[in-house]
């Protein structure tokens, strides 16, 4: 179609023909997208412009104080002796204790029957009587030198064969009582009355424990700081807790596992324990200034160290390798940072060692839910 110049955009009746609206539409839209671009544009530039804002973060002075370390390991509670008593002479068993009895050293726990040992001693007594005489009447018949020096040899021998054989029924007879070599509980009996026993056979087991005696078994770059009588907490699995102290550490390591055995004494005489248990020995070594933090705090950087962030006079973040000195259930103990810091609590995002922040005290509330 072909628009003549005299021809009027409107009709006469002022309404907007069909191809000319379309043309204005066509023009705002034209429009709105150039101005949306200039919209978004600036959008862009205020992201950009906050991410250039310093980020600000939450800080809590700390001050290290001394703190014990300590050396916790799991380890067994055994008993301070346990005696399997053997017979020393044969007979038939007539007395025992019962099992669970509480005795004294020398206490007698079973006897055995005598026998005709009473007679074996009677006959012992005299042929030693006998030898003796023998042998005293040889020896002022030598001073005469009425007999030779091989027969009173011979005669000292037989005394001393005689005195030999007394000894030997009077041991059997004092044997026949079997004492305890200890204080302690009876925890056993191996064979029952009635019956006959030999020498050298178990009788009975003994328990003592007082004291009770904690095992445990530390490695070798943890011995040196142990020393005999250093201060121990046992916890007993099931929440007993009780007071020792370091009483032996092993001079050599075992050969298997490289680990030396360390035993803690710990009193048992009021409100006795058993022994055979597992427990939980802490051992208070050397002491240490330290910071307390909480476990949330550690961080490892791409080297794999441990450490933490703190903020230096300059506000800028800092990555400090730490040791941990001590764990306990709500808190660690860390070394390796100067004695007064600024340690990062929270902070929105992740930080960088040489970024620098706009640090601001803890907030109270935080503080009041924080369980350090």
């Given at each position: 179609?072909?628009?003549?110049?005299?021809?009027?955009?409107?009709?006469?009746q002022?309404?907007?023909?069909?191809?000319?609206?379309?043309?204005?539409?066509?023009?705002?839209?034209?429009?709105?997208?150039?101005?949306?671009?200039f919209?978004?544009?600036s959008?862009?530039s205020?992201?950009?412009?906050?991410?250039?804002?310093?980020?600000?973060?939450?800080?809590?002075?700390?001050?290290a104080?001394?703190v014990?370390?300590?050396?916790?390991?799991?380890?067994?509670?055994t008993?301070?002796?346990?005696?399997?008593?053997r017979?020393?002479?044969d007979?038939?068993?007539?007395?025992?204790?019962?099992?669970?009895k509480k005795?004294?050293?020398?206490?007698?726990?079973a006897?055995?029957?005598?026998?005709?040992r009473?007679?074996?001693?009677?006959?012992?007594?005299?042929?030693m009587?006998?030898?003796?005489?023998?042998?005293?009447a040889?020896?002022?018949l030598?001073?005469q030198?009425?007999?030779?020096?091989?027969?009173?040899?011979a005669?000292?021998?037989?005394?001393?064969?005689?005195?030999?054989?007394?000894?030997?029924?009077t041991?059997?007879?004092e044997?026949?009582?079997?004492?305890?070599?200890?204080?302690?509980?009876?925890?056993q009996?191996?064979?029952?009355?009635?019956?006959?026993v030999?020498?050298g056979?178990?009788?009975?087991?003994?328990?003592?424990?007082?004291?009770?005696v904690?095992?445990?078994?530390?490695?070798q770059?943890?011995?040196?700081?142990?020393q005999?009588?250093?201060p121990?907490?046992?916890?007993?699995?099931?929440?007993?807790?009780?007071?020792?102290?370091?009483?032996?550490?092993?001079?050599?390591?075992?050969?298997?596992?490289?680990?030396?055995?360390?035993?803690?004494?710990?009193?048992?005489?009021?409100?006795p324990?058993?022994?055979g248990?597992?427990a939980?020995?802490?051992?208070?070594?050397?002491?240490?200034?330290?910071?307390k933090?909480s476990a949330?705090?550690l961080?490892?950087?791409?080297?794999?160290?441990?450490?933490?962030?703190?903020v230096?006079?300059?506000?800028?973040?800092?990555?400090?390798?730490?040791k941990?000195?001590?764990a306990?259930?709500?808190?660690?103990?860390?070394?390796?940072?100067?004695?007064?810091?600024?340690?990062?609590?929270?902070s929105h995002?992740?930080?960088?060692?040489?970024?620098?922040?706009?640090?601001?005290?803890v907030?109270?509330?935080?503080?009041?839910?924080?369980n350090?």
């Open positions: 179609m072909i628009f003549s110049p005299h021809r009027s955009l409107y009709k006469q002022g309404k907007v023909q069909p191809a000319t609206a379309v043309f204005i539409a066509i023009i705002l839209l034209v429009v709105i997208w150039i101005a949306s671009g919209l978004f544009k959008d862009a205020n992201g950009e412009e906050a991410q250039t804002l310093t980020p600000t973060v939450a800080v809590k002075k700390s001050s104080v001394t014990a370390r300590k050396l916790t390991l799991n380890g067994d509670i008993p301070n002796q346990q005696l399997s008593v017979a020393r002479t007979g038939m068993l007539e007395t025992i204790v019962e099992s669970g005795v004294n050293k020398g206490d007698v726990i006897t055995l029957s005598i026998d005709d009473e007679v074996q001693l009677a006959q012992a007594d005299a042929q009587k006998k030898a003796q005489s023998d042998f005293d040889a020896k002022k030598r001073a030198n009425m007999i030779s020096q091989s027969e009173l040899q005669l000292e021998a037989q005394l001393k064969a005689a005195k030999a054989q007394l000894r030997r029924v041991f059997d007879i044997h026949t009582k079997i004492t305890a070599p200890v204080r302690g509980v009876i925890n009996r191996f064979i029952e009355q009635g019956a006959y030999s020498s056979n178990p009788v009975l087991e003994i328990i003592d424990n007082d004291p009770l904690a095992i445990i078994h530390v490695q770059s943890q011995v040196h700081r142990l005999t009588d250093m121990a907490t046992v916890r007993i699995i099931g929440g007993e807790q009780r007071e020792g102290r370091v009483s032996f550490i092993a001079p050599i390591a075992d050969a298997q596992t490289r680990t030396f055995k360390v035993e803690v004494t710990i009193p048992n005489s009021e409100q324990l058993p022994s248990m597992s939980e020995v802490t051992i208070q070594t050397n002491e240490v200034q330290a910071h933090i949330a705090q961080k490892i950087d791409t080297s794999g160290r441990m450490g933490v962030l703190t230096d006079s300059n506000n800028i973040v800092q990555f400090e390798p730490v941990v000195e001590r306990d259930v709500d808190a660690l103990w860390i070394s390796g940072i100067a004695d007064e810091t600024r340690l990062v609590i929270i995002g992740s930080l960088s060692a040489g970024q620098k922040v706009d640090p601001r005290p907030p109270e509330a935080y503080q009041n839910g924080e350090l």
